[in-house]
């Protein structure tokens, strides 16, 4: 099911339900009347991103570690020969130096972050990133597949 869904980034919600993929969890939603980004969670630790003026699905959010306490995770399987349980060490000896990376930096009522680096797999669509966001233990916390550009038409 991810694999579908990361090769499905770029497509409008109604494009997905007409392809016949199961979402469970939708039609999107936006926190506010006039969020610009809308959401729905198909799956317990996974999150997707919908550009709210034409419905666009950006973002695939894969929480693999509780950044607060009672947040979902996801326990399947994922794609990429990536794994449920990650370090930034992992992460750089399997797949090298980012194109990006941000350090640790603090966040508001949570505290520190360990950060994120992002990468470009070659076995994904062209124009899908993969960001790796840290906790400050250096763990992956959430993994993040989104399209490089942006388009809000």
Request: aromatic share 12%; net charge negative; no cysteine.
């Given at each position: 099911?991810?694999?579908d869904l990361v090769k499905?980034?770029?497509?409008?919600?109604?494009?997905?339900?007409?392809?016949?993929?199961?979402?469970?969890?939708?039609?999107?939603?936006?926190?506010?009347?006039?969020?610009?980004?809308?959401?729905?969670?198909?799956?317990?630790?996974?999150?997707?991103?919908?550009?709210?003026?034409?419905?666009?699905?950006?973002?695939?959010?894969?929480?693999?570690?509780?950044?607060?306490?009672?947040?979902?995770?996801?326990?399947?399987?994922?794609?990429?020969?990536?794994?449920?349980?990650?370090?930034?060490?992992?992460?750089?000896?399997?797949?090298?130096?980012?194109?990006?990376?941000?350090?640790?930096?603090?966040?508001?009522?949570?505290?520190?972050?360990?950060?994120?680096?992002?990468?470009?797999?070659?076995?994904?669509?062209?124009?899908?990133?993969?960001?790796?966001?840290?906790?400050?233990?250096?763990?992956?916390?959430?993994?993040?597949?989104?399209?490089?550009?942006?388009?809000?038409?």
């Amino acid at each position: 099911m991810l694999d579908d869904l990361v090769k499905s980034l770029g497509r409008t919600y109604p494009e997905l339900i007409a392809s016949g993929m199961y979402l469970p969890g939708g039609p999107p939603k936006g926190i506010f009347d006039d969020s610009d980004t809308l959401s729905m969670a198909p799956e317990s630790g996974l999150e997707m991103g919908f550009w709210a003026s034409n419905l666009r699905f950006e973002n695939l959010f894969i929480s693999l570690l509780e950044s607060f306490e009672g947040e979902s995770t996801y326990k399947g399987k994922l794609p990429y020969e990536l794994e449920n349980r990650m370090s930034q060490q992992w992460v750089r000896s399997r797949y090298g130096e980012p194109f990006a990376s941000r350090p640790p930096f603090k966040m508001p009522i949570r505290g520190m972050t360990g950060g994120s680096d992002t990468y470009r797999f070659s076995s994904i669509p062209k124009g899908t990133q993969v960001v790796f966001k840290y906790n400050a233990d250096l763990d992956v916390e959430t993994v993040v597949f989104r399209l490089n550009e942006k388009s809000h038409a």
